[in-house]
């Protein structure tokens, strides 16, 4: 992300070309609106990979099937992009437990949690 940043003539404050928090740095490309989308691309494709590396969240899947199991729906709200999530329940085979998936809004990092606008369109489904 900061690569993607630094070809394109962007000099990066000492403390976004220090953290270790991707979300960070996208948030710092929105400042630079011609590169927020391969900024923000190039954070999909590494949380994409990063599901292949990660192992499920404890319980996560029986809490979800529990969830389910009970007669309640089921949504995920993450900063992370939709894909991630995607691929990740996917790979733990829960994807039918998941009603909705709102992942960080394309484009938009000024959106992520906790504004509540990336969910507005969802919502009426859980009243």
């Known amino acids: 992300m900061r690569e993607v940043l630094r070809r394109n003539g962007v ?3 000492s403390d976004v070309a220090r953290t270790n928090d991707p979300l960070a740095v996208l948030e710092f490309a929105s400042g630079h609106k011609d590169l927020v ?4 691309d190039a954070l999909i494709a590494v949380e994409v990979e990063a599901v292949q590396l990660a192992g499920p969240r404890l319980y996560a899947v029986e809490f979800m099937a ?3 199991e009970s007669g309640k729906r089921l949504a995920i709200v993450s900063n992370n992009g939709s894909e991630a999530v ?3 329940l996917e790979r733990v085979t829960a ?3 998941v009603e909705v998936v709102i992942g ?3 484009r938009r990092p000024d959106l ?3 504004h509540v606008s990336q969910c507005s369109g969802h919502l009426e489904i859980f009243a």
Do not use: C, D, E, T
Request: glycine residues 4%.
């Open 66 to 68: 529990a969830v389910r």
């Open 95 to 97: 994807s039918v437990s």
């Open 11 to 13: 000099s990066l404050p």
């Open 112 to 114: 992520m949690k906790p």
């Open 86 to 88: 995607q691929a990740n």
């Open 37 to 40: 989308i391969p900024v923000g």
């Open 104 to 106: 960080r809004a394309y």
